[in-house]
């Protein structure tokens, strides 16, 4: 590796950790129907079950965040992909509904911090105009991810059963935490790999949102419409996200009466195109970010028009009547929604001082992941009780993405937060 680029490092390892995280996160959808079949559950118990992983999720992404600003990144993921590594494998011990539900519970609480601890380690670790191509790139590990957990995770279960293929899937975890843990750190000075000239480049334009510890209250960054609107359009964002995860594989499977094998390629070509609208939409809103006199504007409009376009391939996919012409409409749906995504969370770095970017960023996640309770289980009972079933599941979702847009334009801003008396007022960034 060239001189001058150890921060690519973190960011493969990144990268990485996103493949794990969304391969072990997506194999419970795609082994859905063998387990309601060996578990005796239904789809509506089903869909309590996936939001079960998201209860949790939602909390510790929040605590997650909190961890990150107070023990340090590289302390935060050692110990949560240990923990949901061991939670992935047991979920090929359970024998029937509620295990299911506690080993899941467990899970999502290990799998929290996640994204806000990945968006303070991009904070520590690259230049602001850097940002939205970092995240984008980490974070589109896992929605490459979701495409390799559909055939891997089926071969395995072909091959061991369901049962051992969680079990495999959590060995994966293990091997990485040793990597990281002899190749990271917390901050960039700390690393004897990184020289001289990378650490003036990476801090070169940080000063703007960095603050003494202690001369702002993390409570005014979290109590403020600007981070409620943010949470609202993240949670438009995620909502649609969490029915791909958790149900896209019953919806090919049971409704457009796909084999497995051709699950395999089905479920998982929509999520190459997640892929590439978090690779590439990092560079296109970097791009228009560098181009542009107001940063915050620029992330917006590079966060609303992906969200309208994924309402509308949303609201498309009812009227198609064909395996084809549904994949081509997830798979743009999942760029959409991807690159929307990661540009609101380099929204945040414009609205948000570094040394609360952990707190606050985890609490943006921890109100949008609701949408992971709501979804899958509100996704479920529509599926079971309504006429139209998985077409009503997706107007709701392609409605919800319309507000959300509508929540990012008004209620984003950067205005002035009023500070204690011992502190001056500064510029929310």
Not at 114 to 143: H, I, Y
Not at 161 to 186: P, Q, T
Not at 369 to 394: D, K, M, Q, R, W
Request: charged letters at 10%; glycine letters at 10%.
């Amino acid at each position: 590796m060239s001189k001058g680029r150890y921060r690519l490092v973190i960011a493969v390892l990144l990268f990485a950790l996103g493949m794990i995280n969304y391969t072990d996160r997506a194999a419970v959808g795609i082994l859905a129907p063998q387990i309601q079949q060996d578990l005796h559950i239904s789809s509506s118990q089903l869909g309590w079950v996936f939001s079960a992983f998201f209860f949790s999720y939602a909390i510790f992404s929040f605590l997650g965040g909190y961890l990150a600003d107070r023990m340090g990144p590289k302390r935060t993921f050692s110990v949560a992909v240990v923990s949901w590594s061991v939670f992935c494998a047991l979920t090929g011990a359970v024998y029937g509904l509620w295990p299911l539900i506690g080993v899941r519970l467990f899970f999502g609480a290990s799998e929290g911090p996640m994204n806000s601890t990945t968006n303070r380690m991009v904070t520590n670790w690259f230049p602001r105009k850097e940002t939205a191509r970092a995240l984008g790139f980490t974070l589109s590990g896992q929605n490459l991810g979701s495409a390799v957990a559909a055939p891997l995770v089926i071969f395995l279960s072909y091959a061991f059963g369901w049962r051992m293929a969680f079990i495999s899937l959590g060995a994966i975890g293990a091997i990485w935490c040793v990597l990281w843990l002899v190749f990271s750190s917390d901050k960039p000075a700390e690393n004897p790999r990184v020289s001289p000239q990378e650490l003036a480049h990476i801090t070169s334009d940080r000063f703007e949102g960095m603050i003494p510890k202690g001369s702002a209250p993390a409570r005014n960054y979290i109590i403020r419409k600007t981070t409620l609107g943010l949470a609202l359009g993240l949670f438009s964002l995620l909502y649609p996200l969490y029915i791909f995860v958790s149900w896209m594989p019953s919806y090919f499977t049971n409704v457009m009466h796909v084999s497995q094998t051709g699950l395999s390629v089905a479920a998982g070509v929509p999520w190459i195109g997640g892929f590439l609208g978090y690779f590439l939409g990092g560079f296109i809103s970097d791009l228009y970010f560098k181009r542009s006199t107001n940063g915050l504007n620029a992330r917006k409009v590079t966060t609303i028009v992906p969200l309208l376009i994924a309402a509308v391939t949303l609201g498309l996919t009812p009227l198609i009547h064909s395996v084809a012409g549904d994949v081509i409409l997830f798979t743009v749906s999942l760029f959409a929604i991807s690159m929307g995504i990661q540009s609101l969370w380099a929204m945040i770095h414009e609205v948000t001082p570094v040394v609360y970017m952990g707190t606050v960023g985890g609490f943006i996640h921890f109100l949008a992941n609701t949408s992971g309770v709501i979804a899958p289980a509100l996704t479920g009972y529509v599926i079971e009780n309504a006429e139209n079933g998985y077409a009503s599941a997706f107007w709701i979702a392609s409605i919800i993405g319309v507000c959300g847009s509508v929540f990012l334009l008004v209620m984003v801003h950067n205005k002035r937060i009023s500070l204690h008396a011992n502190s001056s007022s500064i510029q929310s960034r």
